[in-house]
């Protein structure tokens, strides 16, 4: 007996209509949750998140890590690696710790190496180590100008020398940089910092030139004005902090947790199309 194509595919509809409505519903959750884990899971990834036990970059090692990356967390100070770590793991997440000095390139090279020790070469690095030394420009020492390029420009440049060609070579890799406002408009003396965050987000379009013809998206994230252990200086002046929020356009200023959805887009499959941008994460500040 020959079976008609169509009208078995109208009897399966018309079961599948009848089907009971919570296992619709079942069956509607599952192919979201596929179609989202496709997009977004990080499954099987291997990040490194410098600057990653505070601030923006603890929110963003734990965003990378639940949503299935194996972090490696690098900074200087041992006490909060280590509980940033046990928090991840705790949860059920894959987590490690570098404690380096990135204010060399001894330190950024040793950092490097050790850092894939813990679960190999990474296929996202993540840049959010920073120092903010912003004296007035007439007080603006050799000293102070060399540590900040140090860590803020160079330790980028450094790490995506190293980590950038072997991710291109593989195929696949994502680079996020961090930024500041300071790298667009000079307010609350920018100084060497400005400077440093302006040079990154240019070298995030040459890495973006050079490798994502093979794979490997590079992109800035750019934060408006976030109450981190970086802005302690800032946090401690009322008006400063009430004027800084009332020029967003949500009316608020930034909290560490706000980058963790950019960032895991930044560093999943779903921007793959994506590349040498400054995505801008605050709240409408730039362009109030």
Avoid at 4 to 23: G, L, W
Avoid at 27 to 36: G, I
Wanted: net charge negative.
């Amino acid at each position: 007996m020959t079976t008609n194509p169509a009208a078995e595919q109208a009897r399966q509809a018309e079961q599948t209509n009848q089907a009971d409505p919570a296992d619709r519903v079942r069956r509607t959750s599952r192919a979201a949750q596929d179609y989202l884990s496709e997009l977004f899971s990080l499954e099987g990834r291997v990040a490194v998140v410098t600057g990653g036990s505070s601030g923006i970059g603890r929110a963003i090692a734990g965003a990378l890590a639940r949503a299935g990356a194996s972090v490696v967390v690098v900074a200087r100070t041992e006490a909060a690696l280590k509980t940033t770590v046990e928090e991840l793991t705790a949860q059920g997440c894959r987590a490690a710790r570098v404690s380096a000095d990135l204010g060399t390139r001894e330190g950024v090279r040793t950092a490097a190496e050790r850092a894939v020790e813990a679960f190999g070469e990474p296929d996202i690095l993540v840049n959010c180590a920073g120092v903010n030394l912003r004296p007035h420009l007439d007080e603006l020492t050799e000293d102070v100008w060399d540590t900040t390029m140090a860590v803020n420009l160079e330790a980028p440049f450094l790490l995506g020398q190293r980590f950038g060609p072997g991710m291109a070579q593989r195929g696949w890799g994502r680079i996020l940089n961090i930024s500041s406002q300071q790298a667009h408009r000079a307010f609350v003396q920018s100084g060497a910092y400005g400077a440093s965050k302006g040079g990154l987000e240019a070298l995030t379009r040459s890495q973006a030139e050079a490798w994502s013809p093979r794979g490997v998206t590079c992109n800035v994230l750019v934060p408006g004005f976030v109450m981190t252990p970086l802005n302690a200086r800032l946090s401690s002046e009322p008006e400063t902090v009430a004027g800084l929020a009332a020029r967003t356009f949500i009316g608020r200023n930034g909290l560490a947790e706000d980058f963790a959805g950019a960032a895991v887009f930044l560093a999943s499959q779903a921007s793959a199309y994506v590349t040498g941008q400054s995505l801008f994460v605050d709240g409408g500040l730039s362009v109030h």
